[in-house]
């Protein structure tokens, strides 16, 4: 919205700052930062009158949970999607397909969220909407999100794959290259979902791939970039940039309330929605490949669990004492915030490789 405020501008005063990506980007991570210190304390009172029983914890997880965290009031997703989507209404150009994309993929996931946490508090319940339905809707939402992309994406790359590291790869996929989107978009989403099981663990990861992903929109949308790094031109992306921003300044928003020991959950509303969000962004910048990198963290924690039914329906046994991944250290005696630290750490390295491939061809 504020960039329609570059057309007051002569090229040398004030007003030409909003033309600038970079500019409007911070100006969108200190509206959702300080949205978030503002507007935190507030969501969570209203949570704990409106549900005072809280989350409920899962009764097969860490027995410690049950003491340390019933009562915990969640949806606090809301405060990170309140914070993201009115920074990027505010300072991201409207005019701008991608922007859109990604937004209506955050909010929708967010709605299914919502869904899903009312659900389990207003019935005292771990069980919410049922696995089957979020999926169902979840490859509905995906499906508009990736139709969407190819539409707007340059014809030459609108059904390729591209290949990280492999100069001048592509993948022509056809028309399964929207199945594809859909499965990267909606994978990002519950992989996210499960690994937001302790305090702090999921909000950092995901502003660490969220920032990274900032940077490869902000290079893919430069024509100067792109030939320089020899990646391909994804012209209109850069604006994503502004997106992520917003995402981080909410998540550090939420993070202030979110650390241990958290005063509030994001549920299944923050952690769907900003799964949603990681997928359609690289769905956007066709860097779907590097997304696996990047939210390496997510598919270990995905595929943990994968591993542990698959094994367990054909076995009898279990390969991890407890999936998700985090929850077999929690076993194993490592302390919460020790295994929260060390994801944080495995995040950023993950996010460095991603961006290396950036540059190596």
Known sequence: MLYWLSELSDGGDVFNLFRYITFRAGGAFFTALIFGFIFGRPLINALRRKYAAGQPIREDGPAHHIATKAGTPTMGGLL?????????????RLDNPYVWIVLFTTVAFGVVGFADDWAKVSRNTSAGVSGRVRLLIGFAIAGIASAAAVWVHPPELASQLAVPVFKDVLFNMGWLFIPFAMFVIVGSANAVNLTDGLDGLAIMPVMIAAATLGVIAYAVGRVDFTEYLDVHYVPGTG???????????????????????????????????????????????????????????????????????????????????????????????????????????????????????????
């Not at 990170?80 to 991201?92: N, P």
Request: without cysteine; proline residues 3%; glycine residues 12%.
């Open 80 to 92: 990170i999607l309140a914070a993201l989507t009115l920074s990027t209404l505010m300072w991201a």
């Open 239 to 361: 604006e994503l940039l502004v997106f992520t921003a917003g995402l981080i300044g909410g998540g550090l928003g939420f993070l202030w309330y979110n650390a241990p020991p958290a005063a509030v959950f994001m549920g299944d509303t923050g952690s769907l929605a900003l799964g949603g969000a990681l997928g359609a962004i690289a769905v956007s910048t066709k860097h779907e490949i590097v997304l696996a990198i990047v939210g390496g963290l997510f598919v270990a924690e995905a595929v943990s669990v994968i591993v542990q039914v698959a094994y367990f329906k054909a076995t009898g046994k279990r390969v991890f004492l407890m999936a998700p991944i985090h929850h077999h250290f929690e076993k194993k005696g490592w302390a919460e915030p020790q295994v929260v630290i060390r994801f944080w750490i495995i995040s950023l390295i993950l996010a460095l490789i991603g961006l290396a491939t950036l540059k190596l061809r």
